[in-house]
Every structure is written in C-alpha cells, then in structure tokens.
C-alpha cells in the first residue's frame, strides 16, 4: 500500500483502524521481493468511470444463477429462499463487528443467542445437548463420529468397535467421514422400496470374521431418495441390540421439522444443516453450520468450549475431562447461527411444521407430474425430493441425463442433482423446496417436455446445449484438472 494511504488510513478515528508502528526492522521492498520481480512501469489499469464499472459487476452478477433469480432444484441440497431479514439480523453491528477474542463479559448477547439457538435445535430434533461448533453438515458427522468412539473408549470397547455401517443411498460424506474418523466403513443395501434393507442390517451388524463390532450406524431419514424410513423405530431397535449408536444425518431435516423428532426415532446423535434447512445463502462454498446435537449419555463428550450458566451469565467452559477436544477455531461460524436463530423465531413452530409440509406437498405434485414424462425411480409417495431414471430415455434416444441437465440451463432452470445417488442409473434428483410456487414447478414441467420431445425431433440440440449460457459445455475433467483461475 503506498506510504501516503497507509498514513491516512492509520489515522484515528479515519476508518476505525490504527496501525501501531512494528515492532520488526521491515526490509526494503525490493530487497523482499528480488530487484527482477518489481515492476518498472505502472501496471496498464483501464481509466474507467464509475457507471461503467457498476455496470460491469452488475452484469456480471446477472450471469449468475442463484435461487433469488432461478428456480434451483438440486436434489439433497435444499436450495430455498432466504429470507432477507435473516440477512438484516445477521448485518447488525452488533453481531457483525463482534471479536471472537471478546472479553465474556462483553459478548453475553451473543452467547445467549447461542444457547438458546442450541435448545431450539434440541428441541427440533428431540435431544439433549447440542453443540454449534460444527462448520458444515460434514463436519458435523466427523464430530458425531469422533462421539462415537469417545463413547466406545469411555467403555473400554474402542478396538471392538471399529465398523460403521451406512446405507448405499447416503450422501458420500457419511462414508467419507466415517473413514476420516479411522472407522471401517461397510455399506448395506436399500431394498427395492428404496429404504434400508432390514435383513442385511441385520447381518451387518452381527460381528465380522475378525470379531470387529458394529460401532455405529448411519442414517439419513427420509433418505437421499427422498423416502421416509418406516422401519426407522426398528432399526434403532437392532442397532442397540447389537451395542452400536444411531448416528441420524439431519440434512433432509426440511421435509419433516416439527412433524417427527430424529430422538423420539432412537437416534442417539444427529447433526443439522443449519444452511440448508434454516436459511443460509450456500452452495457457492460460502460459510455453513453444522450443529450436533446428542442423547445426555453423550453429553460429556461434546467439544469444548461448552456454554455455561454461572451466576447468571454465560460463559465459555473448557473444563470437560471427556470431551472430543476442539473441532473449530472460536465458537463456529457464528453468523450462520445469527440467522438460523432469526429464521427460527421468524418462522414460528407453525411456520416450521408448515414449511415440512409444504416441501412435501410440491415434492410430490412435481414427481406425479414428472412421472409423465420419466419414471421414478422409486414410486409411492416421496418426502422432499425424488429421483427420476431416465436409463430407458437414454436408451431410445441416446441422450443422457447430463445432456438434459445441461439443456434445462437454456430454459432457464439450474440443473437437479444427476448422477446422484449412484444406486440409480441415469439418475436425475429433483428437490423444488417449499419456496416455490405452482407456476414455477409447472413451467419446469413445461421445459423437461419440450426437452424430452426434442430429444427425439432434434437430438443434436440437446447433446450440444447449453446454447445460451456464457460458456457452452466445457470438458469438465479436463477443467477440474487444468484450472484456470484468471484470464
Ligand atoms: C444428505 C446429506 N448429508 C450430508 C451433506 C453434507 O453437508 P455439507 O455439504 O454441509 O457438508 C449433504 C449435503 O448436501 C447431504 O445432502
């Protein structure tokens, strides 16, 4: 930054900064840098006035799609509206400007906030104890896993205990955490309902040939086929018989808060996509938020710092003998909490029991409407999103589910989730949120049929599109291994 700029700026009172005098000798720029590496001249920057650069980023901006200017149905990814007033809370100074490095004394706000956001979720999800600390829902399961095996150490059964058993539907962090942790992973296969297939759980969880037990297992409910699991009360059953925990992945938590508690299921720990379900703009790497939550037996091992009441305020507690340790530097991400919270008591437990319902109710009018052009990939009701298989379509027509996908952006829609989960061939996963209206799941409709019948009139239009965004299809390999980061 050039001297003059600097001195400005670490005025007082100038912008609120003031930059003590270092303390370090500060070497001679070129003599950090290497005389060769500076420039000589003045880098060739465009003189441009301010309308033309508002309008640059504006267009720019408009290139984007985004759920506030697109419908975004990407299945297991609940991809709703964002209140703006949750971004308003989030923006106030209060919140915004806080240190983490604070005094307790001067962040009680906050904390109660935080403690209140952890009952709220307790109470949703029908447990104990919560944490906030987790950054995403996959941090959250690594946390639920690292529960886990404190709870088997704590039993002395730590090297018994080494399987995790996941369903071949789940999301592909549930496998990936799992071995994170140091867990074996086994997976077990859906039936041809599409729910966890009893009898091989039930194999599963019997000791393997090396006498390794089952430590835990994992569930997502309704599943990432969008099927509630009925047997869910069962499965608690013979996964504590067997001495395993239940771990309940809450990502799809949207289709049934306020309706049916993941505890009152016999689920022993679960995390929530704060994100997803509570109203967070994600899915461009933003900050997340994945609480865990966890029956009072497990209470003791949660990550430290705990929230505390003492003589009526709150603080920090690190004094947990049994505690996972530290999972996220400070508190977590803080702000996503801010608006879940807001979302929370904006919404109301009314609110909440009806977004469940209404995510349901346009799940399942898109999919009966959908079957008329592809079939489901596994009939019967849904909860909040459904998987279509469009292997038959692509066997008549050569064109594939990422060609369709690829097409619909021409139309104006973002893509749904393909190829996910890998159980379905040529599987295309659709989850429209409760945000959306009739008229909008209708012209979707309106845009796969034209899709599908260009398929067979026009193919050639279809496996070349997309047609009309700013770059036509890419070799993604090829970027993902070659990324070009700057023009
Ligand atoms: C069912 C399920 N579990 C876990 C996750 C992981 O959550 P995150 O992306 O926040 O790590 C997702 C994400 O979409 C999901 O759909």
Redesign the pocket.
């Given at each position: 930054m050039p001297e003059p700029l600097l001195k400005e700026l670490s005025k007082p009172g100038r912008v609120g900064i003031s930059l003590p005098e270092p303390d370090v000798p500060v070497k001679p720029i070129d003599e950090l840098l290497g005389r060769e590496n500076l420039r000589t001249e003045p880098p060739p920057l465009p003189e441009v006035d301010q309308l033309t650069v508002v309008r640059h980023f504006i267009r720019l901006s408009q290139l984007n799609y985004s759920v506030d200017t697109h419908f975004y149905p990407l299945g297991?990814?609940t991809m709703k509206y964002n209140p703006k007033v949750n971004e308003e809370v989030a923006k106030l100074p209060g919140f915004a400007f806080l240190h983490p490095l604070q005094d307790e004394e001067t962040v009680q706000g906050i904390l109660k906030l935080m403690k209140e956001l952890e009952r709220m979720l307790c109470e949703i999800g029908g447990m104990d104890a919560c944490t906030l600390q987790g950054a995403?829902?996959?941090?959250g399961?690594f946390i639920g896993l690292l529960l886990v095996r404190a709870w088997h150490r704590y039993r002395g059964e730590e090297d018994k205990r080494t399987r995790i058993i996941v369903p071949d539907s789940a999301?592909g962090?549930?496998p990936a955490s799992a071995a994170r942790c140091g867990f074996i992973v086994e997976s077990v296969p859906s039936g041809s309902d599409g729910c966890i297939d009893l009898s091989a759980l039930e194999k599963a969880l019997k000791p393997d040939r090396n006498g390794q037990l089952p430590a835990a297992v994992m569930v997502?409910n309704p599943n990432?086929l969008g099927k509630f699991e009925r047997e869910i009360v069962k499965v608690a059953e013979i996964t504590h018989e067997a001495g395993a925990l239940l771990y309940y992945?809450g990502?799809?938590l949207n289709a049934i808060m306020g309706k049916a508690k993941p505890g009152d299921m016999g689920c022993d720990i679960m995390h929530f996509?704060l994100?997803k379900t509570f109203s967070t703009p994600h899915g461009g790497g933003g900050p997340?938020s994945?609480p865990v939550a966890v029956k009072a037996f497990l209470e003791p091992f949660l990550p430290v710092p705990v929230i505390e009441e003492c003589d009526d305020k709150l603080r920090l507690s690190y004094d947990r003998p049994l505690s996972v340790g530290r999972v996220h530097s400070f508190y977590g991400n803080v702000l996503v909490a801010v608006r879940a919270y807001a979302y929370i008591l904006s919404m109301g437990t009314e609110g909440l029991e009806r977004v469940a319902e209404d995510a349901v109710l346009n799940a399942n009018y898109l999919m009966h409407k959908l079957a008329q052009i592809f079939p489901v990939a596994f009939p019967g009701l849904c909860k909040h999103e459904f998987v279509l298989s469009l292997r038959q379509f692509k066997h008549e027509t050569g064109i594939r589910t990422w060609d369709v996908a690829k097409r619909l952006l021409d139309y104006g829609f973002y893509a749904p989730t393909v190829y996910f989960p890998i159980t379905v061939e040529e599987a295309m996963m659709v989850e429209p949120t409760e945000t959306e209206t009739k008229e909008t799941l209708d012209a979707f409709v309106e845009a796969l049929k034209s899709i599908f019948e260009e398929s067979h009139e026009n193919p050639q239009i279809v496996r070349s599109a997309p047609h009309k965004t700013p770059v036509s299809r890419l070799d993604e390999a090829k970027a993902a291994r070659e990324l070009k980061v700057r023009w």
């Open positions: 297991s990814c995403a829902g996959a941090q399961e999301h962090t549930n997502t990432t992945d990502a799809n996509n994100h997340g994945g």
